[in-house]
């Protein structure tokens, strides 16, 4: 997860989205994510990610907190993480 963790250093204090497998992780800015979930199919079995995505992006703290999203398989997952927690300076 080294690549997630440079990643929150190289975004710290901007609002967004790490979204993050195994071996990559890539940072959306609020309007990219914005674009990125009208992609989405609108009859998907899971609308209420695209909510819950946003929801979360409005409401975090770009300077102490990092807002992450990982797919396995079939399961997506949105994290919250802390910069105390995870350490992060910078």
Request: charged content about 30%; overall charge negative; glycine content about 6%.
């Amino acid at each position: 997860m080294k690549h997630l963790y440079e990643s929150f250093k190289d975004h710290k204090g901007l609002r967004g989205v790490h979204f993050y497998h195994k071996d990559k992780c890539n940072f959306l800015v609020w309007a990219e994510v914005c674009a990125f979930l009208k992609t989405l199919p609108g009859e998907s079995e899971s609308t209420e990610f695209p909510e819950k995505l946003l929801n979360s992006l409005a409401n975090y703290d770009p300077d102490t907190e990092f807002l992450a999203v990982h797919q396995e398989g079939t399961v997506v997952s949105v994290e919250l993480y802390s910069a105390e927690r995870t350490r992060l300076r910078g």
